[in-house]
């Protein structure tokens, strides 16, 4: 998620008008996932009974995004991580978001990702996905669409995409999307990796690195699709008029 601010004016107005605070209570809390999420936690069948292979591959090195707008670091991280998998010598790290910040040398990610950075645009989450691998000596090779820019790029497109993915942990797809369509909340651009594809009920696992709100969730494909077509608000700044695609980045060339 990008330079997250999540702002309650609820204390503010009871402040001036004291009188609305038993009309607030009496109105229900925002529910947490929006009516076609379904998390992780209670909805982990597939996971159980399919092979799941980008899932079980991508979950142990499952990372929060340690800013407010490092969401597509995480990711890269999470996917570098998955794609690399677990070093073999004992003084090698796993990948962490700072020592692959360390490794691309790219100042701008670096100003991007710090706290209440601007986030990134979907052309830097791609140049990022080629000059990850490429600085971790990953042998790897990137694709990438966006929907609103693309006709080629339809649902029919990304569900074809989300099925080979799901056939072995050989890639890793990041999705940049719009959060809030997704989740109801939060109205702003944020990336994170797919964790599994659900084609039987076609659906799809987020492995949302927004770990302070969110653990990993089903939502349907074609409102994630949605997601990515919704462009960024001005008040997002410089990345006002952003659309949204996917990132694929898989083993070897």
Avoid at 169 to 194: C, E, F, K, M, R
């Amino acid at each position: 998620m990008f330079t997250i601010k999540r702002v309650t004016f609820a204390l503010a107005i009871l402040a001036f008008a004291p009188g609305l605070s038993l009309a607030l209570e009496a109105t229900a809390p925002t529910p947490k996932l929006a009516a076609d999420m379904t998390p992780v936690t209670t909805d982990n069948a597939f996971l159980r009974t399919a092979e799941a292979p980008d899932y079980w591959a991508m979950s142990p090195f499952y990372l929060a995004q340690q800013t407010n707008a490092a969401c597509s670091l995480a990711s890269m991280a999470v996917a570098m991580n998955t794609l690399r998998g677990l070093p073999a010598s004992a003084k090698e790290t796993l990948i962490t978001q700072d020592n692959l910040l360390e490794a691309v040398a790219d100042p701008d990610w670096n100003r991007q990702a710090a706290e209440d950075g601007d986030g990134v645009t979907f052309d830097d989450l791609v140049e990022q996905a080629k000059a990850s691998p490429a600085a971790l000596a990953i042998d790897a090779s990137v694709e990438a669409r966006q929907p609103a820019l693309d006709s080629t790029a339809t649902l029919e497109a990304f569900r074809t995409l989300l099925a080979e993915n799901e056939q072995s942990a050989n890639d890793v797809v990041l999705v940049y999307y719009n959060q809030g369509v997704v989740t109801g909340d939060w109205d702003g651009p944020h990336v994170s990796p797919i964790g599994a594809y659900d084609a039987a009920r076609d659906r799809v696992l987020i492995m949302d690195v927004d770990r302070e709100w969110y653990v990993p969730y089903w939502t349907k494909t074609g409102t994630l699709y949605d997601a990515m077509l919704k462009p960024t608000s001005a008040e997002h700044g410089v990345l006002e008029g952003e659309v949204g695609g996917w990132v694929r980045i898989a083993r070897g060339n």
